[in-house]
């Protein structure tokens, strides 16, 4: 019994499942300042139940690659709260989305790596979690790679543009190769000894690093550039992604042609 409870699904997820699902049924038929109360939740609880699946991919790929310890942890339940990082792999990550409308990446579980053998295994641990945004992306995005968009109400477009942005950047940022993200996981078991030691020091300041480069106007150019162009290749145009982030914004002033496409009032 013990086993079962610690790999059965959190009541707290399925939770914030349910308010993500109830939020989105109200972005379908809301209109206003509602569509705009009603995407941020959306598009809020979707990202948490991404950083959920997201550390969900890491454990349980560690799970079946000899560490064991991670059911015990709680990781298997999908509880952000059983995290040994919840900061980093919840709160940090919500802040940024809040503050910037950017899907930064936290902190990963804990893994016992010394239960593990074999550098692939190691590797594949690590790639789980930006795949598993790959995949969200791909969900996302596919009523419009599909062209099964005819009813579908405009906000709710920009929701879900929104959503596979935030899935897109996560992705391509916890794929760079610095030290304290997934991309660097991939990497680290196939460097000498004397490599990682001297790399070891920079990880906790990795994901800072990557905050402050995209505060450049050139780099943010260019990684937006990036972004927009893989989103493009998936049929999301910018106006759908960019008028998204406009109405997840619901505190700030409303951009005139978003608030027109999506009926919201610009005085908000």
Not at 2 to 20: C, G, K, Q
Not at 219 to 227: A, D, H, T
Not at 251 to 265: F, G, K, M, N
Request: proline share 5%; charged share 15%.
């Amino acid at each position: 019994m013990a086993v079962e409870a610690s790999r059965r699904v959190s009541p707290v997820f399925l939770a914030i499942a349910a308010v993500t699902a109830a939020a989105g049924w109200a972005v379908w038929g809301a209109s206003g300042i509602g569509l705009a109360v009603a995407v941020f939740l959306f598009v809020t609880g979707a990202w948490v139940v991404s950083l959920c699946l997201h550390e969900y991919a890491h454990a349980r790929t560690a799970l079946h690659s000899g560490d064991l310890s991670v059911a015990a942890k709680g990781y298997l339940t999908l509880n952000p709260l059983k995290y040994t990082h919840a900061v980093l792999s919840v709160l940090l990550p919500v802040l940024f989305l809040v503050m910037g409308g950017i899907g930064l990446p936290g902190g990963a579980v804990f893994i016992e790596r010394h239960r593990i053998r074999g550098r692939l295994r190691h590797s594949l641990i690590s790639a789980a979690g930006p795949l598993t945004n790959v995949l969200f992306a791909l969900v996302c995005t596919a009523p419009f790679w599909l062209g099964a968009l005819d009813g579908v109400p405009v906000g709710f477009r920009f929701a879900l543009g929104f959503v596979a942005l935030l899935q897109v950047t996560a992705a391509l940022l916890n794929a760079l190769p610095v030290p304290g993200l997934d991309g660097y996981g991939v990497l680290e078991p196939w460097l000498s000894e004397r490599a990682r030691r001297a790399v070891e020091p920079f990880a906790p300041y990795g994901l800072i690093a990557v905050f402050v480069l995209l505060l450049a106007p050139e780099v943010n150019q260019v990684f937006f550039g990036l972004v927009d162009g893989v989103l493009g290749a998936l049929g999301v145009g910018e106006v759908e992604s960019y008028c998204g982030r406009d109405l997840y914004r619901f505190w700030q002033a409303a951009d005139p042609t978003c608030a027109y496409l999506a009926d919201v009032d610009v005085t908000r």
